[in-house]
Structures are given as structure tokens and as C-alpha cells.
């Protein structure tokens, strides 16, 4: 530690030039903390600790083929399955487009298997009870200053009602939190009563989105998605079941490959920044030859004079790395309400573990070679100017 | 009065390519404890690169170099270095100060490399700075100091731990006149009344005359010895 100020003082000794790699080391850094808390968001919906006890049941063709009700009865009947319940995507827009958030109508007993969401028991009574009526997450009444007896227009995109109208009213009989402040982002939805849904829509009546089980034995979800798909094997309507995560996985995956798009972007970002980063700290050793002479004269050793140079790398690199995540810390909670699901509500221990590792990792790379240059030079050479 | 230093038959064979260079040809040379040499000699006569192997900067090819007794001709880099940092101060003609660094800061470089605590560092610089006549300018950078001033906190820096030899490359070539007589005047008190062996390389005889003896050396003999006062 006393030898900091050496190190910094050698950092800052061309104050320009070292402004300008920080700041790119902090945008390359930035752009790091934003895009890994995207990989965490998508990574995260495949791997929710939440719905490890459910499986989702679909058709093998595409998740927005619907199937007939009448499989309900003969999925209760599989062993291994504790109670069942079904969905459909609605796809209504509040307003304006823009307002994007998902909407499904789902089946009476639908917030019994999502114990991940609490709802006071007046209100689910409620839910239960009014034809017309839907529950929201907190964070989307929050969002629009929805309160309870609130009437929610939606416009339907897909299902307009028997009488040709698209305009679906709602009633706000309550409002549901995730019980775990990490699964915020599950909570802006908006769900509304199956019953009315398929009783007022032109078309479609009787058929089913997709069908949610709740397992007596988690291990044993593998058996009972064959016993289900196994029902309607070589009918017209085939089955796909997986479990909730699985199905998330394959449901991002449709979009892209998150992680590898991450990598990539961020493979040519840190590249460009270890050849910038690394002429810095050569043009800055070759200056500073002669005060390195002048350290190892004075008593430094080559290893003290090879972790000088190392330090200096490596802080350079901390210096700018540190702010450009910690900004990304800042940034990715206030964007997260903004763009639903697409970012966690910060910037995770692993995405600043990750980081920290590939601070030292660079700043250790592009330091190693100006430092061995640093420990090997002869002092009578390098006082006489050779 | 004991040697200090002893050399004895040291040469120095320079490599350049296949070619090899001897700089300097079987010196003997003895610099009693408490003198104060003065190294003169043509240019390319080798003073600098006797000056740097008696301050354990480089190893001789040949023979064999003492310092308090001890042998540093055949030590390694790492052991070296050690030994520069607790027995030899050095004095540059272009001062190598590290600009960043305040004068103050400069000074305790050294003592870094000691067991010495925070405050003992800055006490003991500021006792060096003190002795160099520049207690007031501990918070200048180099930049910010005369010449002359930027090699009296050179010499400071030399003697914050205290090494009894002080090697000197042509301190004042660099100097006007009166800062230079204002570091010999020092280097002089330092001789004087704080016991420091001093070689000294110069081109100037005016300079040469602050010390109590003058070497000689051409093509890499020492060619004879004069005496002062
Ligand atoms: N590392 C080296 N490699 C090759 N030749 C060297 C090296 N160091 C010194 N020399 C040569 O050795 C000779 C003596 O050099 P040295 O620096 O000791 O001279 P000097 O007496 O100090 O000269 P000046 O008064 O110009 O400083 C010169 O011819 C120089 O070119
Ligand atoms: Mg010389």
C-alpha cells in the first residue's frame, strides 16, 4: 500500500491520455455491466427455482396452436399430477402499443399453482367471483395508478368479442406482489377470468392455449410429461410438455442465443480495448524508462519494478472498469420498469464478479509485456540513454 | 585511514556484437573512508563506468571489488540492489527526480524500501531536505524547482538513509556557476562534517577542487594521483 501513490502518480503522469482510456475502459465496461444483465434477465427465466414443481403443456406444433378443453379431465387423470390449469395468450393493448405488457385469461384455480405470486384472500375471492373481473402485478397498477375498482380497457389484437367489438373491459378486483423481491419482474402482467374470455370471443370457444400442471414430486416430472404427451400421441392435436423452465428456456431461445450474442459483441469490445489499453501502457513504460532506472538505482528490485508496472496496468484498467459497471448499476434498475423483463432490477454479484475477474485479466495482460520490459532493463543502459 | 573501497585489477569488457570493447584495464584503486575524490578525464575515458561499478550499479569483467569490507563484484542483481540501498546514495547530472512526485515525496524513495513507518519517512525526508537548505520547498514538484535546487533534492534523496559512499556523475554539468558552487559547497559539508565518502566525476577543475583528491583516468588507466589541501 505505500507504494500507491508511486503508481498513481505514474498513472496520472500524462493526465490527458490517461482520461481518455479510462473513459473508454469505462464505456467498454459499461456496455459489460448493461448486456450481462441482459444475459441474467434471459438466463434467469429458464432458471426460476419458482416453477420447478410445474410443467406446461403445449402443442408440439407451436405454443400458439390451442388444443380442446377436453384433455383437462384426462390430464387430471395422469398419476403424478396434482392439480392442473390452463391459459390463453389475450395479447390486449392498454392505449397505445407502446404500453406493452402481457395479458392472458386464465382458469379459476390459476393463482393456486403460482404460490410465487401473493394476493390477499379477499381479493382472489373476488377475482373468482367477478365475471369481469382481473388482477395485475403491483408493479403495472403502479405503473398505469391503477386502483382496486378501477374499469381496464384493453384492445383486442387477436380475439374480438361476439358482437365485433374490440374493446374489452375489465374490472381491477386485485393486486398481486411476487413474494421474492428478485422476481419483480414477473409481476408486470395482467390476468383476467377464463370464463369470460371464451364465453364473449367470436371465435375459437372451447379450445385452450396451454395447459400448466402442478407435480406431487418434482423428480418425477420427466414420467408424467410422457404419460401427458402420450394421451394425444398421433391425434391431430400433439402435445409438447416440459417443465415451466425448460419452457422458458425454449421460449427466449426462439428469439436468439442471448449469451452467445453477449459474448460475441463483448469478445470484439474487450479485444479493441486490450490493443488500445495495451499501447497506452507501452508508449507510457517506453516514457518512463529512465525514472525506472532511477527506482531499480535507488535499491528497487526487478520484481518491485515489474509489480509497479503490473499495478499501474491493473489500476488503470479498476479505475475505469469499476465506474463503467457501477454507472451500469445505476442505469440498469432505472431501465428495468421501462423495458418489462428484458433487465433485472440491477446489475448482479456475478455479472460484478465477472467483471472484476476480466479487470484483472486485461489489466495483467496488457501490463505483462511493459513490465517484463521494465524489470529487464540494465540500469547503466537506461541512464545513458541506450 | 582505512579503504572504504578497494579495487583491485578490475577490468571491463564491453560486447557490442562480436566486438568486444575493454573500457576499463586492470584498475587498481583505493578511496580511503571519509574522502572525497574527484574522478576527471576525457570524454569516453571510462570515468562513468568506474563510477558505476564502484556503485554496485554494473560487475566488473575482472577483478574484484570491496566496499566496507564486503564483496560486490560477484553479487547478483537482487543482492546488488539490496546493497545500493542500504550503503550508496547517488547523484545524477540531469537529477532524475520522478516529476510527479513532490520534492518532499522524492525524498523518502528511498526509505520505502526500509521497516521505517509513515511518519519516520517524512520526518527523516524532511531532516534531508532540511540539510540541503530546502525545508521550504517540500511541496514542489521538479518542475517547479531551479536546476540547482532540483539537485539538491537529488542530493537529499541520496542521503535520507543515511550510506556512507555518495557517488556523483558530473553533478554540476548541468549548473550555472553558482548553483553549482552551491552543490559542491554542499557535497564539501557532507564530506566534512557528516563523514560521507564522496567519488565525484567531473569535467570542471574548478569542481575538482572542492574535493581533498583528484583521479585521473584515460582510455581506461588511471594515470596519476593529486593531492589538495
Ligand atoms: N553498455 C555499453 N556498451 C558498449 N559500450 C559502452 C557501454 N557503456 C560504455 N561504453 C563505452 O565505453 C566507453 C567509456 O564510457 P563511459 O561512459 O565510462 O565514459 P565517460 O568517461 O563517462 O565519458 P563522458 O565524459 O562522455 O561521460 C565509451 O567509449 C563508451 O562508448
Ligand atoms: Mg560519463
Redo the contacts with the bound molecule.
Keep these: 500500500m505505500k507504494y500507491l501513490h508511486l503508481v498513481w502518480a505514474a498513472l496520472f503522469r500524462r493526465k490527458t491520455r490517461t482520461l481518455f482510456t479510462i473513459a473508454s475502459v469505462l464505456a467498454a465496461f459499461l456496455l459489460f455491466g448493461l448486456l450481462d444483465s441482459v444475459r441474467n434477465a434471459f438466463s434467469d427465466a429458464g432458471n426460476s427455482v419458482a416453477g420447478v414443481d410445474r410443467m406446461i403443456t403445449m402443442s408440439k406444433i407451436s405454443f400458439t396452436v390451442s388444443q380442446p378443453q377436453s384433455l383437462l379431465a384426462r390430464i387430471e387423470a395422469v398419476p403424478g399430477v396434482k392439480e392442473v390449469a390452463y391459459a390463453n395468450w389475450f395479447g390486449g393493448i392498454y392505449q397505445d402499443p407502446k404500453n406493452f405488457f402481457p395479458n392472458e385469461a386464465v382458469s379459476p384455480n390459476f393463482m393456486d399453482l403460482f404460490s410465487e405470486y401473493a394476493i390477499p384472500p379477499d381479493q382472489l375471492a373476488a377475482f373468482k367471483n367477478t365475471r369481469t373481473g382481473c388482477i395485475v402485478g403491483a408493479s403495472l397498477a403502479k405503473k398505469f395508478g391503477w386502483k382496486i375498482g378501477d374499469k381496464i380497457p384493453l384492445q383486442a389484437t387477436i380475439f374480438p368479442q361476439k358482437d365485433g367489438s374490440n374493446t374489452w373491459t375489465f374490472d381491477l378486483v386485485g393486486i398481486f406482489h411476487a413474494r421474492d423481491p428478485k422476481e419483480k419482474n414477473k409481476e408486470p402482467i395482467l390476468f383476467f377470468n377464463w370464463k369470460y374470455f371464451d364465453e364473449a370471443r367470436q371465435f375459437g370457444n372451447g379450445r385452450i392455449g396451454w395447459y400448466i400442471e402442478k407435480l406431487s414430486d418434482p423428480n418425477q416430472a420427466d414420467q408424467v410429461a410422457k404419460a401427458i404427451d402420450a394421451i394425444s400421441a398421433n391425434s391431430d392435436h400433439e402435445t409438447k410438455t416440459e417443465s415451466e423452465n425448460a419452457f422458458n428456456r425454449s421460449f427466449v431461445s426462439q428469439f436468439a442465443d442471448i449469451g452467445l450474442i453477449v459474448g460475441g459483441i463483448m469478445s470484439a469490445v474487450f479485444f479493441t480495448l486490450i490493443l488500445l489499453t495495451g499501447n497506452t501502457m507501452a508508449q507510457a513504460v517506453r516514457e518512463r524508462i529512465p525514472e525506472l532506472a532511477v527506482l531499480k538505482t535507488i535499491g528497487f528490485s526487478n520484481r518491485g519494478v515489474l509489480g509497479l508496472v503490473l499495478a499501474e496496468s491493473v489500476l488503470l484498467i479498476l479505475l475505469g472498469g469499476l465506474i463503467g459497471i457501477g454507472l451500469a448499476a445505476v442505469i440498469v434498475p432505472a431501465m428495468s420498469s421501462k423495458v418489462q423483463g428484458l433487465l433485472p432490477d440491477g446489475v448482479r454479484w456475478n455479472t460484478w464478479a465477472l467483471g472484476v475477474a476480466l479487470m484483472f485479466g486485461i489489466g495483467l495482460l496488457i501490463g505483462w509485456l511493459p513490465a517484463l520490459r521494465g524489470m529487464r532493463l540494465?540500469i547503466?543502459?537506461a541512464l545513458?540513454g541506450? | 585511514m582505512s579503504n572504504l573501497v578497494e579495487i583491485r585489477n578490475v577490468s571491463k569488457v564491453?560486447?557490442?556484437g562480436k566486438q568486444k570493447?575493454e573500457?576499463l584495464h586492470h584498475v587498481d584503486l583505493g578511496i580511503a573512508q571519509g574522502d572525497f575524490v574527484a574522478l576527471m578525464?576525457?570524454?569516453?575515458?571510462?570515468?562513468?563506468?568506474?563510477?558505476?561499478l564502484i556503485g554496485g550499479l554494473d560487475s566488473p569483467s575482472d577483478g574484484s571489488i570491496a566496499v566496507g569490507g564486503a564483496r560486490i563484484d560477484n553479487l547478483g542483481q537482487g543482492a546488488l540492489a539490496k546493497w545500493r540501498a542500504a550503503n550508496v546514495g547517488f547523484v545524477f547530472q540531469f537529477y532524475n527526480l520522478l516529476p510527479m512526485l513532490s520534492a518532499q515525496k522524492n525524498v523518502e524513495l528511498p526509505l520505502l524500501l526500509t521497516k521505517l513507518s509513515a511518519a519516520q519517512r517524512k520526518k527523516n525526508a524532511s531532516v534531508a531536505l532540511q540539510l540541503v537548505g530546502l525545508a521550504d520547498r517540500a511541496t514542489h514538484k521538479p518542475t517547479e524547482l531551479s536546476g540547482g535546487q532540483q539537485q539538491r533534492v537529488a542530493i537529499a534523496r541520496a542521503i535520507v538513509s543515511d550510506p556512507s559512499l555518495l557517488v556523483c556523475?558530473?553533478p554540476t554539468g548541468d549548473l550555472d556557476r553558482q548553483s553549482a558552487e552551491d552543490v559542491l559547497a554542499l557535497l564539501q559539508t557532507l564530506n566534512r562534517e557528516h563523514g560521507k565518502t564522496i567519488v565525484m566525476?567531473t569535467?570542471d577543475p574548478k569542481a575538482a577542487e572542492y574535493a581533498r583528491q583528484t583521479l585521473h583516468?584515460d582510455k581506461?588507466t588511471l594515470v596519476e594521483q593529486a593531492t589538495h589541501a
Excluded at chain 2, 578525464?41 to 558505476?52: E, H, R
Aim: charged residues 30%; neutral net charge; glycine residues 14%.
Design positions: 540494465k547503466v543502459d545513458a541506450r | 564491453y560486447e557490442r570493447v573500457v578525464g576525457p570524454s569516453g575515458s571510462g570515468k562513468t563506468t568506474l563510477l558505476n556523475d558530473e566525476v569535467h583516468l581506461g
